[in-house]
């Protein structure tokens, strides 16, 4: 039998977003293949240098819809970085539970989300609706469920009243309960054993070379976690721990995400005990915010996303719009070089496996 | 500044003459080189544990007539960060490639080269990676304007029927 060619998207039940995969197939193994992205690329670079410093704060969420906070977040710590703002210590405290809150919300569709591509579809159905719990959240602190446009150039929007504090915390009982039941659905059944384990072996040296971060990485034995080693916000003043596997399978992976839900849910607790009275954020700018100007320099901005390193690499001439803003998306090495790579001698029914559990995003990497 | 980074930017010295230092950050530093020092620098530095490429970027200083290469390093043992910055000529814009010290550099080359125009000697893999069919000028660059762009390749169309008209026949209202 001959090669045949094939294309794995953009639109395929197994495919995340809109991101094509061109394989040559001989039987059911893939002897090459190819990334193709291209399909939703917005030009939000582009876009951003036309737009005032205030107005990119409602284009920006718009990158990759799973967890829009972290583009917020990058964005106003840069503009922090470049215009020598203090934000005020009650909005940190804020915008880590918002982070973290958002890291769940991804995590919880991304998981279980593991379900659809091998056919146990109960699981992915309970992760919307979970995930859909934090939704509420943010709807009730920010007014919207998706886009928030909460974190914002020094400080955050709105305050965080004692009754939303309320609906975190039972949320996040709610949550922990039923991860348990997550556990039993997914982590001991056997479907997941045998589709998962051994698959997608991604070793700690490869890892490293690529530039692989987040659960791929930790997956692989190595503990890399920006925030622990270039801790931001009040990451150095909360407890927790970085979960790491040493089997660097699929299997690790999805399980590490399931136990970063736990930690996450282990920073809010100690962000809402910790969390000081005060103000939430430090006018900017005297007059209309619209006209705010940036100091001139530049930034590079930072953060653990949920699928790894998400930075912002922002230079200002010192006018009112920004003159170069440069995403680095979280997934970029795993998505081309390691689907270059990685996906040849794989069968064609792991190749969505691949892309899952290495938290592919395609509009963090076409933009 | 932390001591691991001091000690590097120490070591590097050695290597590169007349190094331009600022400061950005507890563990930020940028440095402005000339071409040429540009591969040794970043070879010490991914030596010296900052082997991390976390990003490859270009600004177009259009006033100045440069392109200014940005590559971005990051260690995981300090946290610290280098950028290193050179720029280029913006008429002629070619610079030597770093994928063999970083797989992934083919591809923010590659990137590079589509919307800035970029040319990166050692890289030959040099197709369209995200636009299809682009027939303009790098659109990064500054003196791209898309509103132009768009006008021209998606002009203002007249309806050749008016299908208010025709939709009011269909229905009845009208008699045709």
């Not at chain 1, 953009?10 to 809109?18: A, F, L, S």
């Not at chain 2, 900052?50 to 976390?54: D, F, G, I, P, T």
């Given at each position: 039998m001959g090669e045949v060619k094939l294309f794995f998207g953009?639109?395929?039940?197994?495919?995340?977003?809109?991101f094509s995969v061109h394989m040559y197939v001989e039987g059911d193994t893939v002897e090459k293949a190819r990334p193709l992205p291209g399909?939703?690329?917005?030009g939000f670079e582009k876009l951003m240098e036309r737009r005032l410093w205030y107005q990119n704060l409602a284009l920006i969420?718009?990158?990759?819809?799973?967890?829009?906070d972290i583009n917020e977040a990058c964005y106003a710590m840069a503009v922090e970085k470049i215009a020598k703002i203090d934000v005020p210590e009650r909005a940190q405290w804020i915008r880590m539970i918002v982070l973290e809150l958002a890291r769940i919300a991804s995590h919880l569709m991304s998981f279980p989300g593991i379900g659809g591509t091998i056919g146990l579809y109960t699981s992915s159905f309970w992760g919307v609706s979970d995930r859909d719990r934090i939704l509420d959240i943010f709807e009730s602190l920010t007014?919207?469920?998706?886009?928030?446009?909460?974190?914002?150039?020094?400080?955050?929007?709105k305050d965080l009243t004692p009754k939303i504090q309320d609906l975190i915390f039972n949320t996040l009982n709610y949550i922990e309960e039923r991860l348990g039941e997550y556990e039993t659905l997914i982590f001991k059944n056997r479907i997941v054993h045998t589709r998962l384990k051994g698959i997608a072996l991604l070793d700690k040296e490869t890892a490293l070379e690529l530039g692989v971060t987040g659960v791929g990485l930790r997956a692989t034995g190595v503990p890399y976690d920006i925030r622990k080693v270039?801790?931001?916000?009040f990451y150095d003043k909360v407890d927790f721990e970085v979960p790491t596997a040493t089997e660097g399978d699929a299997y690790a992976r999805v399980y590490l995400k399931y136990l970063e839900i736990y930690q996450s849910i282990k920073i809010i607790r100690q962000c809402l005990e910790k969390m000081p009275e005060g103000?939430?954020?430090?006018?900017?700018?005297?007059?209309n915010a619209l006209r705010y100007r940036v100091p001139k320099g530049q930034a590079y901005v930072h953060i653990e996303s949920t699928r790894g390193e998400y930075g912002y690499y922002m230079v200002s001439d010192?006018?009112?719009?920004?003159y170069r803003v440069a995403v680095r998306g979280a997934s970029y090495p795993q998505t081309f070089i390691g689907i270059e790579k990685?996906?040849?001698?794989?069968?064609i029914e792991d190749v969505p496996i691949w892309l899952s559990t290495m938290d592919v995003c395609a509009p963090e990497v076409d933009r | 500044m932390m001591n691991s980074m001091s000690n590097t930017v120490e070591k590097l010295k050695r290597i590169v003459n007349n190094l331009d230092i600022t400061k950005v950050d507890e563990r930020e530093i940028k440095l402005e080189l000339p071409n040429e020092q540009v591969l040794p620098t970043l070879l010490a530095l991914k030596e010296d544990g900052?082997?991390?490429?976390?990003l490859i970027t270009a600004v177009d200083w259009i006033d100045e007539g440069k392109f200014e290469l940005v590559y971005i390093l990051y260690s995981w043992d300090n946290g610290g960060k280098f950028l290193i910055t050179t720029k280029i000529n913006r008429d002629t814009p070619k610079f030597v490639t770093v994928k063999h010290m970083w797989p992934i550099a083919r591809y923010y080359e590659r990137e590079l080269h589509e919307f800035f125009g970029i040319k990166f000697e050692?890289?030959?893999?040099?197709?369209?990676?995200?636009?299809?069919?682009w027939d303009d000028?790098?659109?990064?660059?500054?003196?791209?304007?898309p509103f132009e762009y768009s006008k021209r390749k998606f002009p203002d169309r007249e309806y050749q029927k008016d299908v208010i008209h025709e939709a009011k026949i269909i229905r009845g209202d009208i008699d045709g």
């Open positions: 953009p639109n395929h039940p197994g495919m995340h977003g809109n399909f939703l690329h917005r969420p718009r990158i990759c819809v799973p967890e829009p007014g919207a469920r998706v886009y928030h446009m909460y974190i914002i150039p020094g400080g955050v929007r270039d801790s931001y916000l103000k939430i954020n430090v006018p900017i700018s005297e007059g010192g006018g009112e719009k920004p990685y996906l040849p001698g794989t069968r | 900052y082997s991390h490429l976390s050692g890289n030959n893999d040099m197709r369209p990676l995200f636009l299809e069919m000028m790098p659109p990064l660059r500054k003196d791209f304007d």
